[in-house]
C-alpha cells in the first residue's frame, strides 16, 4: 500500500497530504523552516512535544482548522488561537473538518502515570482518499483500540511514555492494518533502533514502513 502521502518530521510529527493537496499535520513539532501549508492540524495532547505553540505558527495559515482533546481548550486560548476553526473532541466523536473525515479515538497509559485515562486525550483516524490511517498518539495497547478498523496505523514504539516496540508490535499484530508505521522514538524517547526492533516483531502479513 502506498504511504508516499504521509511523512514523519521527527518523533511524532506526522504530515499526510490528499491527492487534492489537502495537508493535514498531527502533533507539528520540531521545525527549523517554516511552510506554513496546514489545512487542518490535530492535536493528541498538551504534552510540549505535542502541542507546541511556535511549531503551530510555523505550519499554519488564515484558514487551518484544529481539533483537540476537549480538556486542552484552555491552553489552545492560553497559547493565543481562536476557537472559531477549532473542535475540542471526547474519545469516539467524529468531526469532518477541510473535507476530510477525523474521528476521534482514546489515548491514555494502562500502567503507566504519564498519559492518565482521565484526562481525555487522543488518538485519530482519518480517511485520506479512501484509506483508514489511524494515528495512535501517546498511547498504551488498549482492549478498546484492537476494534479499530484501519489500513494503516501510525504507532509510538519507544516505550517510557507509550508502548515500546515489543508492545507496538503485539498491538499492531492484533489489529491487522495493512501497513504499520512506528514512530515516537529516536529522540524524545527511545532509540534509533526502536523501529527495526518493531520491524522484526510484526507478522509477516503486515507492512512495516521505517519513516524515522
Known amino acids: 500500500m502506498d504511504t508516499s502521502f504521509i511523512t514523519i518530521n521527527t518523533h511524532s510529527s506526522i504530515r499526510l497530504e490528499t491527492k487534492q493537496g489537502t495537508v493535514i499535520y498531527v502533533d507539528p513539532y520540531g521545525f527549523t523552516t517554516e511552510p506554513h501549508d496546514a489545512d487542518l492540524i490535530l492535536v493528541t495532547h498538551t504534552h510540549f512535544d505535542h502541542f507546541s505553540p ?3 505558527v510555523r505550519v499554519r ?5 484544529f481539533a483537540m482533546p476537549a480538556t486542552g481548550k484552555g491552553d489552545f486560548a492560553k497559547a493565543g488561537f481562536t476557537s472559531a476553526n477549532a473542535a475540542f473532541l471526547a474519545p469516539y466523536e467524529r468531526v469532518t473538518l477541510q473535507g476530510v473525515e477525523v474521528e476521534a479515538v482514546p489515548a491514555y497509559n494502562a500502567n503507566k502515570r504519564f498519559h492518565p485515562k482521565g484526562n481525555g486525550w487522543l488518538g485519530y483516524v482519518v480517511c ?3 484509506v483508514r490511517v ?8 488498549l482492549p478498546e483500540n484492537r476494534e479499530i478498523a484501519c489500513d494503516i496505523a501510525l504507532v509510538p514504539a519507544g516505550g517510557t511514555y507509550t508502548m515500546d516496540a515489543r508492545e507496538a508490535a503485539a498491538f499492531v499484530n492484533a489489529l491487522k492494518p495493512s501497513v504499520a508505521i512506528p514512530e515516537h522514538y529516536g529522540t524524545v524517547a527511545g532509540s534509533a533502533d526502536d523501529g527495526r526492533t ?3 516483531l510484526v507478522d509477516p502479513g503486515i507492512e512495516v514502513v521505517l519513516k524515522l
Open 54 to 56: 511556535e511549531d503551530i
Open 134 to 141: 489511524y494515528i495512535a498518539g501517546d498511547t498504551d495497547d
Open 128 to 130: 485520506i482518499d479512501g
Open 198 to 200: 518493531f520491524a522484526g
Open 61 to 65: 495559515r488564515p484558514h487551518t482548522a
